[in-house]
Nanobody
Framework: QVQLVESGGGLVQAGGSLRLSCAASGRTFSRYVMGWFRQAPGKEREFVGT????????YYADGVKGRFTISRDNAKNTVYLQMNSLKPEDTAVYYC????????????????WGQGTQVTVSS
């Protein structure tokens, strides 16, 4: 069992930055691929990015490529999402997820989910 807790969301102006964190419980964090998804009001949950077990490989959705960066620290059981050059359309609840499948780009392949953290980007 893995429990995931996101933090770091908030309100930021367009063009600003935020770093989200997702802390995982348990000793098996390094066995899981991690992913970030987001859900805007009235929309389906969508893939943002994913990172493999070691952090050596990442994959991003086209809409965030070049602006968002995923990293992980297996010693701290934490995965991060650095978000730069934020746009109002990035406003959503951001979720981290864990899976045994890489890349984790389809939400149905996730085994565990966090509760989400709200990111609001004002224009």
């Amino acid at each position: 069992q893995v429990q995931l807790v996101e933090s770091g969301g908030g309100l930021v102006q367009a063009g600003g930055s935020l770093r989200l964190s997702c802390a995982a419980s348990g000793r098996t964090f390094s066995r899981y691929v991690m992913g970030w998804f987001r859900q805007a009001p009235g929309k389906e949950r969508e893939f943002v990015g994913t990172i493999n077990w070691t952090g050596g490989s990442t994959y991003y959705a086209d809409g965030v490529k070049g602006r968002f960066t995923i990293s992980r620290d297996n010693a701290k059981n934490t995965v991060y999402l650095q978000m730069n050059s934020l746009k109002p359309e990035d406003t959503a609840v951001y979720y981290c997820a864990a899976s045994v499948i890489y890349p984790l780009s389809i939400q149905y392949e996730a085994n565990y989910w966090g509760q989400g953290t709200q990111v609001t980007v004002s224009s």
